[in-house]
């Protein structure tokens, strides 16, 4: 193979890779600065209060079946996400939980219920 055609195989690849990695960057970058996320059909949605560390969450599900539950974690922090509200699945309910966060910092969060996440929300504590 010439060098010249080398050397363009080599491009195509490299952009290849920067536009593989720059997609998967832009996945997680979907979220919004609010205190409230749902999931896609509105099985269930939560509300973050930063005063007090509140999450006021819904279960709107009409059946019986996986838990719900809001997950959080702070920005910038490379680990696991951890599990702030988990509700048995009962329809209709309504429920103001109290979570203990650290204070002034943001924070990533999301509902799931039956299997379906919500996008995830930032938000800063109080």
């Given at each position: 193979m010439r060098p010249h055609a080398m050397a363009l195989v080599i491009g195509a690849v490299c952009?290849?890779?920067?536009?593989?990695?720059?997609?998967?960057s832009a996945a997680w970058s979907q979220h919004s600065w609010?205190?409230?996320?749902?999931?896609?059909?509105?099985?269930?949605g939560v509300v973050f209060h930063p005063n007090g560390d509140y999450f006021e969450v819904w279960d709107n599900s009409p059946?019986?079946?996986l838990r719900t539950k809001v997950k959080y974690n702070y920005v910038?922090?490379?680990?696991?996400?951890?599990?702030?509200?988990?509700l048995p699945d009962k329809p209709g309910q309504h429920v103001l939980h109290r979570h203990n966060l650290i204070e002034h910092q943001r924070i990533y969060f999301y509902i799931e219920d039956l299997g379906s996440p919500?996008?995830?929300s930032e938000y800063q504590t109080s």
């Open positions: 952009a290849a890779c920067g536009l593989a990695a720059s997609s998967a609010q205190n409230w996320s749902r999931t896609p059909t509105n099985s269930a059946t019986f079946g910038g922090v490379k680990d696991h996400w951890k599990t702030a509200v988990s919500s996008y995830a």
